[in-house]
């Protein structure tokens, strides 16, 4: 079945776009029909993202940027050179960009606890805001942003407490940009993907692969393509009646 189009004429910006999950979602979104702007700490990443994705739907043209997502001068950076190239800010944004710098709670440095917070809570919170306050301040009549939570920020996780913690606060910062944002016509949604292939999973030891595997219902890890589709459909108007909700992509895992 062909994918559908469903973003032709679209501004969007995909952090994290160089890698795994982002670089998924980037794809989607061009092949959708929409400019992608691919921001991430390595340029590079970006650069071979820009390279791969689909560019012969009406009027596209997609960017590569350099971000650091957890500092705001970056981030300020990158809004002011996407207006300045496109003349508008993005309508959609989804927030990929993250890090894992697993250990247990009794050893975890605090360096370690901080840098997963300062990138994957504080990142969202930076990017989100200036996303938003872009979109109000040019008279935009809808927006959506897109968070990139974790199953593992509901049930917990060995040896994540930073991660499982920066996750849990996705969430809440998502809901709480939903119910500030809705009067601007901006939607705010978060998923949380359960074990999906990627660079980050490629680090877990295989043996605790193995033992996750088992205990998903639908008995696989999944693709980053299948998180890519909900977050395509997050970001498209079908569906423009959903705003602060949280969508597990786990095939079952944790679920209930
Ligand atoms: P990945 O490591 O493949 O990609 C993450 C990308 O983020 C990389 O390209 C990296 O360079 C970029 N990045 C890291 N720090 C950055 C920073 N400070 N500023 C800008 N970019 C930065 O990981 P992934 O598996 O694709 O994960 C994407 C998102 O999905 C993350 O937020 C992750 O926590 C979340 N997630 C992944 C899984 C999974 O199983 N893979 C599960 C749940 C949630």
Known sequence: MAAPIRLISRLTLVTGGGSGIGRAVSQRLASEGASVVIADISEDSANETVGRLQSDLKGQSHMAAAVDVSSKESVTKLLTRIQTRYFQPPSVCVNSAGVTQDDFLLS?????????????????????????????????????????????????????????????????????????????????????????????????????????????????????????DVCAFLASDDSRYITGASIEVTGGLFMG
């Open 108 to 228: 975890m440095e605090e360096e370690k606890f901080d840098r997963v917070i300062q990138v994957n809570l504080k990142g969202s919170f930076l990017v989100t805001q200036a996303v938003a306050q872009a979109l109000v301040a040019c008279g935009a009549s809808k927006g959506s942003i897109i968070t990139l939570g974790s199953i593992v920020g509901k049930v917990g996780n060995l040896g994540q407490v930073n991660y499982a913690a920066s996750k849990a606060g996705v969430e809440g910062l998502t809901r709480t940009a939903a119910k500030e944002l809705s009067r601007f016509g901006i939607r705010c949604n978060c998923v949380l993907p359960g074990f999906i292939t990627t660079p980050m999973t490629d680090e877990v030891p295989e043996k605790v692969l193995v033992k996750m595997k088992s205990l998903v219902p639908l008995g696989r890890m999944g693709e980053p393509a299948e998180v890519a």
